[in-house]
């Protein structure tokens, strides 16, 4: 008789849904003969000086564990550049912690902090993991939909309607991954605002840091002094440094919940790969030019789909940050899974759609401009002839 593994199963695990990026990605990969604009990964080699200095890692004998927290020489760079990009300070001893890619770091800092039945407010469209993420720890996921016309970002009254007894944390990330939208000062120091008010844990996933455009920066949430002390930073190496399979990222937060964060993360991973980290120490001393040459084609690539877009007459919100656009279809009368399937299966473009990224997604599509121009044109005139078929005939209804 065998074992009904079905009846096994962590009720939190039941209670996920399968990634809606998972099944695209395998679409994808199944058919070569795809136009993507799917992939959320940098279509640029990983620096020359982060080749080698992980080849030499590994031809010096460099391959033992490291300090649960990382290497303190990564770290150390890590808030040395921190300092000089932003001007906020952070003890590389004590302050941060290295972990196997953002995705460790969202996971081990919800599950560290979240007690039975808590709250964490997400604003949505956001990154699939942020939910799961929740659940998976017993939490409670509480999605606050924001609005084009707001530039993506919430407002205080609708975080106001959210905010309950049980509510512990807000989670943000910006540059935002699926629209594009970054985060003014002013509308950081009123959402920080409000967390100091309420009494929250701030979780700011500022990955695409680096990734801005049209004369915008970034601006760290832990600029403003006032909130230090309640925020929880994600930042890493995938996206600004093309360094995605490497799986290197890391948290800058309070000493006391890096503590509580290292004590479940020497279980979970024991130690972030020493290679890697070899590497992301040559990438922050030695790598920014490469990563503003990145910038600079993504800027031209970003333009190629504002005004491929554009000329549709699709509604678009022109990305600030990251490297996505996220058009709204809703005139062709489709949803956003509706969309992207038919396409697929008519124009062989394969797009995300914007529900998955939650509240507020429907009708909008997601596009990744980490591809080649030619393969921007290629898969822009195909939408095209797919939105003009689909606008025609729901007009016609």
């Avoid at 905010?163 to 970054?182: D, E, F, R, S």
């Avoid at 479940?264 to 030695?286: D, E, F, R």
């Avoid at 124009?347 to 939650?358: A, D, M």
Wanted: aromatic share 10%.
């Amino acid at each position: 008789m065998s074992y009904n593994f079905d009846a096994a199963v962590s009720p939190f695990i039941k209670a996920l849904p399968p990634s809606g990026l998972a099944k695209f990605l395998d679409i994808m990969a199944a058919n070569p003969n795809i136009v993507p604009l799917s992939v959320g990964e940098p279509d640029f080699d990983i620096p020359q000086a982060v080749k080698d200095a992980e080849i030499n890692s590994i031809c010096e004998g460099k391959s033992c564990y490291t300090p649960t927290l990382g290497l303190l020489e990564l770290r150390e760079a890590i808030a040395a550049d921190i300092h000089k990009n932003y001007g906020v300070k952070y003890d590389p001893k004590t302050e941060i912690m290295v972990t196997v890619g953002v995705s460790e770091a969202l996971y081990t800092t919800i599950t560290t902090i979240m007690h039975p039945g808590d709250e964490i407010i997400l604003p949505e469209p956001c990154y699939v993991a942020n939910k799961a993420c929740v659940i998976l720890a017993g939490g409670k996921p509480v999605s606050v939909e924001t609005y084009q016309e707001n530039g993506f970002v919430p407002t205080i009254e609708d975080l106001e309607k959210a905010v309950t007894p049980k509510t512990k944390a807000i989670m943000l990330g910006y540059p935002n991954n699926p629209t594009g939208a970054i985060m003014s000062k002013e509308q950081i120091k009123a959402i920080g605002d409000w967390a100091v008010k309420h009494d929250l844990i701030v979780i700011s996933d500022e990955l695409y840091a680096h990734l801005t455009y049209g004369g915008k920066t970034h601006t760290m949430f832990t600029s403003f002094p006032e909130f230090r002390d309640r925020t929880i930073i994600f930042n890493g190496f995938s996206k600004a440094y093309a360094m995605t399979g490497l799986r290197l990222g890391y948290i800058m937060a309070p000493a006391a919940i890096i503590n509580a964060m290292n004590i479940l993360h020497q279980y979970v991973v024991l130690c972030p790969n020493v290679t890697a980290q070899y590497g992301a120490i040559a990438a922050l001393k030695y790598c920014r030019q490469d990563v503003d040459n990145m910038v600079a084609e993504y800027s031209r690539r970003r333009q190629i789909m504002i005004d491929g877009f554009h000329k549709m007459g699709l509604p678009l919100y022109e990305p600030e940050g990251a490297f996505y656009v996220f058009p709204c279809i809703k005139e062709t009368g489709l949803s956003s899974m509706e969309f992207v399937e038919k396409l697929l299966e008519e124009q062989e473009v394969l797009v995300i759609p914007g529900n998955i990224f939650g509240a507020g997604g429907e009708g909008y599509i997601r596009c990744s401009y980490a591809y080649s121009e030619e393969i921007l044109h290629k898969a822009l005139e195909r939408i095209a002839l797919f939105v003009t078929k689909y606008r025609n005939l729901n007009k016609a209804k």
